[in-house]
């Protein structure tokens, strides 16, 4: 099953793996066309009606694909008004081909039968697939009700007009009118919500390399963008604890969590090196708390920063001290809210008993510090952090040359990065994205978008720096690394 979201993400990740929409199309009107054959013999009539987006594109060129049959292409709209650069080329390239097509600029002039009146054998339904939003509009409405109308055998382009992929309602609402297919031929994956139409769905394979699920790409950065009527907060408010030993660490989280987009971010230390946190940046809101190491004695007040914050990320630079660790379990335990959580504070990860909703960042040491197991096949490791993940009941970013991303569902890999960033700090600003992006996402998406935007900005840092590459280098590169392109 793919979401609509998810398989805009993965169409993306597929053309940055070499694989581009207009190839995607291609496949896909081939699949279409399969699906008539299936339906009908040679010589039958088949009216294909097409949207201006990239749902009528592949019926333009499922229409290549019909030598044999009487085909007649209605798009609907005037060429000027198709969306999409890879469906205009593909009508250019039928009006070259003579196919019988016509445009249909006015409702009340769509009929879908030939001279003679009688309906097509086959109507294929391609006016609107995933990028419809809300009910049918002129003149997709009133072709809707002629196909309804008609005797023809239906076949949906990948989701009947009319009708949302993930839910299977209308999207009009519950009473608006929708293309009722026979049939319907949809792309790489079955979608949730047409198991409940009645309709017989096939699945087409359109050659989207599994990589392209598998792995982070450009396409999983699509969907973060900031609503343009945002207000401060937001986009995010992000509560960093740690420091005591170390002042760096904490200090990296926060930077990158602000240049990951956070709108605030606030960092709870040791009053020790409160002012040294401060002096990197006057972008930071720092809070002191008593002495020189984060202990049981904080867990109250830290609780009721956190309160104000969508996120805390927990551990940067806290160290092993006395206390610590109690620190951790008594915060985790009380809290109910979203945590990254990293270095020293990972190892109490396993045995706390906590509502709250964990992103663990460990590395492969790390990770078998909380009893989980690795393994040299990338494959078998994948599946390793996935069951670990079941079993402790969060989110884990397990980094290695191959980070590995699982939520016990859910596994996906990221091989951005680059041997230079084994260099202090990195796992630092690493939690700090996650904990920005994780203020605006799901766990597990955030998490892997962390891991993929930092080994960007790493390989951005290593390509300027080389083997100079240090961790200050990356939170500055980050809005570089998030965008989408
Ligand atoms: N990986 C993918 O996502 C692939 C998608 N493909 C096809 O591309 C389709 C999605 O294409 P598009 O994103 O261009 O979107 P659509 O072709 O579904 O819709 C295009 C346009 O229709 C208009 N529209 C939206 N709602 C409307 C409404 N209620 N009434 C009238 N007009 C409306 C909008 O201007 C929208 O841009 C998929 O359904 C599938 O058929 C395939 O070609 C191959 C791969
Ligand atoms: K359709």
Redesign the pocket.
């Known amino acids: 099953m793919i979401t609509t979201d998810r398989?805009?993400a993965?169409?993306a990740n597929a053309a940055a793996l070499g694989v581009p929409?207009k190839q995607?199309?291609e496949s896909?009107g081939n699949a279409v066309a399969r699906e008539v054959r299936a339906a009908a013999d040679p010589g039958a009539t088949v009216a294909l009606v097409c949207?201006?987006?990239?749902?009528?594109?592949?019926a333009l060129v499922a229409a290549r694909f019909l030598d044999g049959y009487d085909v007649a292409v209605h798009l609907l709209g005037r060429r000027e008004t198709i969306?999409?650069d890879i469906a205009r080329e593909n009508w250019t390239a039928l009006e070259s081909a003579e196919i019988q097509s016509e445009t249909v600029t006015d409702s009340r002039e769509f009929g879908l039968g030939g001279p003679d009146g009688d309906d097509p054998d086959v109507v294929v339904d391609a006016m609107?697939?995933?990028?419809?939003?809300?009910?049918?509009?002129e003149p997709?409405r009133t072709a809707a009700e002629a196909i309804n109308a008609s005797d023809a055998t239906v076949i949906a382009?990948?989701?009947p007009s009319g009708i949302d992929a993930d839910t299977g309602d209308p999207?009009g609402g519950a009473e608006a009118i929708a293309v009722n297919a026979d049939r319907v031929v949809t792309?790489?994956d079955e979608k949730p919500g047409l198991a409940a139409l009645d309709a017989e769905v096939t699945v087409a394979d359109?050659g989207?390399p599994a990589a392209a699920e598998r792995f982070t790409g450009p396409g999983d950065l699509l969907g973060l963008d900031r609503d343009p009527d945002s207000h401060k907060g937001d986009n995010g408010e992000v509560l960093v604890v740690g420091g005591g030993p170390y002042t760096g660490a904490p200090t990296l989280s926060a930077l990158a969590a602000l240049r990951a987009g956070a709108d605030l971010v606030r960092v709870a230390c040791p009053e020790s090196v409160a002012s040294a946190v401060q002096g990197f940046s006057p972008n930071l809101i720092v809070r002191g708390l008593p002495g020189d190491r984060v202990g049981p004695a904080h867990a109250e007040r830290v609780a009721s920063l956190a309160a104000d914050n969508d996120i805390v990320v927990l551990g940067p630079g806290l160290g092993d001290g006395d206390g610590t660790r109690e620190f951790v379990r008594e915060f985790l335990t009380a809290y109910e809210g979203r945590a990254v959580v990293d270095a020293d504070a990972l190892r109490v990860v396993p045995d706390v008993d906590t509502d709250a909703d964990l992103i663990c960042t460990p590395h492969q040491g790390e990770l078998v510090g909380m009893g989980g197991e690795t393994a040299g096949d990338p494959a078998e490791r994948a599946e390793l952090v996935r069951e670990f993940a079941a079993e402790v009941g969060h989110t884990l970013l397990v980094k290695g040359a191959v980070d590995v991303i699982a939520d016990g569902d859910d596994v996906r890999l990221n091989r951005t990065g680059n041997p230079g960033m084994t260099v202090g700090g990195t796992g630092d600003v690493l939690a700090g994205t996650v904990g920005a992006l994780a203020a605006v996402t799901e766990p597990f998406h955030a998490a892997a978008v962390g891991a993929y935007v930092v080994g960007r900005a790493g390989d951005a840092a290593a390509e300027a720096n080389g083997a100079g590459l240090v961790a200050t280098d990356l939170p500055d590169r980050l809005p570089e690394a998030m965008r989408n392109e």
């Open positions: 398989m805009a993965v169409d929409r995607l199309m896909s949207g201006r987006g990239n749902n009528g594109g592949d969306r999409t609107l697939g995933s990028g419809i939003a809300g009910g049918l509009r997709e382009v990948d989701v999207t792309f790489h359109i989207i």
